[in-house]
């Protein structure tokens, strides 16, 4: 079945570093891919997307690649704030399966001043 | 606008009682989905409706877990005579129409605690 995997966590940086979180996927068809973030007490977010092969998604500095020859959506940011602190996971999606989600198990994000 | 709505927010009950889940989706959005977070399994999908029906409930881990929509909007998940492996986070999410690349819309989730 599908599935995805996240680079294993958690990861503290410093303000203003760079940061990457890498997710690989097994899936058969053509799955879209997202990255979701659950702030300390709130719920899922979606914070960026991707539906296609490289496919760019971006927001609040945030950015992804959807890269089919490696299957993978690995995370960036060139300079991590406090606020950015939160667990980020990486998911797929098929509108074959409904659009249900696969998720990954989930990368917690420490950003120390 | 409103969001997606859970009721109750926490939920403690001793094993071997049932309980009912509430989701409140948003307004419009036919396709509804829950899912279940817990410490060792991550975020694990459970069943997904659009409209009344339940075309997807391969998620469902026995069949003390069940779940109905009415009326193509409130929908409740009903674990019956609980279990501890049961304890967990148990989100709703929402999107305007189950095909094609609809952002899914979250709850903030019920927690259940089983004694």
């Known amino acids: 079945g599908d599935s995805v995997t996240q680079m294993e966590g958690p990861v503290t940086l410093s303000e203003e570093a760079f940061l990457t979180i890498n997710c690989t996927y097994t899936?058969?068809?053509?799955?879209?891919l997202f990255w979701y973030v659950q702030y300390p007490g709130e719920g899922l977010q979606l914070l960026l997307k991707?539906?296609?092969?490289?496919d760019k998604g971006s927001n609040k500095g945030f950015e992804a690649t959807y890269r089919k020859e490696t299957t993978s959506f690995h995370l960036e940011k060139g300079s991590v704030q406090v606020s950015d602190s939160a667990v980020y996971f990486c998911?797929?999606?098929?509108?074959?399966?409904?659009?249900?989600?696969?998720f990954g198990e989930g990368t917690q994000l420490t950003v120390n001043p | 606008g409103a969001g997606v709505s859970q009721s109750p927010s926490n939920k403690v009950t001793e094993k071997g009682k049932d309980v009912e889940l509430r989701c409140d989706p948003i307004?419009?959005?036919?396709?509804l989905y829950w899912y279940r977070q817990s410490l060792g399994q991550g975020l694990e999908f459970l069943i997904y409706?659009?409209?009344?029906?339940?075309?997807?409930k391969s998620g469902l881990p026995s069949d003390r877990f069940s779940a109905e929509r009415t009326g193509g909007s409130v929908s409740t998940l009903t674990i019956q005579r609980t279990q501890q492996e049961d304890s967990a986070v148990y989100l709703c999410?929402?999107?305007?129409?189950?095909?094609?690349?609809?952002?899914?819309?979250f709850g903030p989730g019920t927690r259940l605690t089983v004694l």
């Open positions: 899936a058969t068809g053509y799955p879209s």
């Open positions: 991707a539906t296609k092969a490289d």
């Open positions: 307004s419009g959005h036919t396709a």
């Open positions: 409706f659009q409209g009344n029906s339940a075309p997807d």
């Open positions: 998911a797929l999606g098929k509108e074959t399966s409904g659009s249900r989600l696969t």
């Open positions: 999410a929402s999107s305007f129409f189950s095909g094609g690349y609809n952002e899914q819309f």
